[in-house]
């Protein structure tokens, strides 16, 4: 690889057994859990780390773009500490996501694909997360979700996020 290295030993090594699971001449199997580590270690996906995960799994630059513009869970731009995600697609939408997204922009004073002033919290509109009957839904930095999010449980979890 003549690249310089732009993650860490560690990183590597967990996309190295992401590859593993795949036969080898299938390495770009890996490209989504591959773009998910390079985000954890360094915070969003900017282009040279795009090119880096595809140089290290063989494919073309374009590919990796493809997948990190489609999933709403790549950060292609900086993002402040805590990535709030609710889904508003119709589902959620008529069990009151609407009305939490709405909440949310007014409780933190940013719309959709905006971060806070003080960098701690970016709100995102998300696609469906396959929990429709716990509705509305909300992500937590692409890892932990949150159920039935209603006004008080929003003001609760900024609370707790601060």
């Given amino acids: 690889m003549n690249a310089p290295m732009l993650l860490s030993p560690g990183a590597l090594a967990k996309i190295d057994r992401e590859v ?15 773009l998910a580590i390079a985000q954890d270690e360094k915070g969003w996906l900017a282009t040279e780390t795009m090119d880096f995960v595809a140089q290290y799994l063989g494919m073309p630059p374009v590919a990796v773009y493809e997948v990190a513009t489609f999933y709403t869970m790549y950060n292609l731009k900086p993002v402040g500490k805590h990535k709030l995600t609710v889904c ?18 007014k409780a933190l004073g940013v719309g959709f694909g905006e971060t806070t002033a003080d960098g701690c919290f970016t709100l995102k509109e998300g696609e469906c997360m396959g929990a ?11 890892k932990r979700m949150l159920c039935a999010m209603s006004t008080d449980k929003l003001d609760a979890l ?3 996020l601060k």
């Fill in 132 to 142: 429709c009957g716990d509705a509305p839904v909300l992500l937590h930095n692409n």
């Fill in 20 to 34: 593993a699971k795949y036969p080898s001449d299938q390495k770009q199997s890996a490209v989504m859990a591959a």
């Fill in 158 to 160: 900024i609370k707790e």
């Fill in 88 to 105: 508003t697609n119709l589902p959620c939408a008529l069990q009151g996501a609407t009305v939490a997204a709405e909440h949310l922009k």
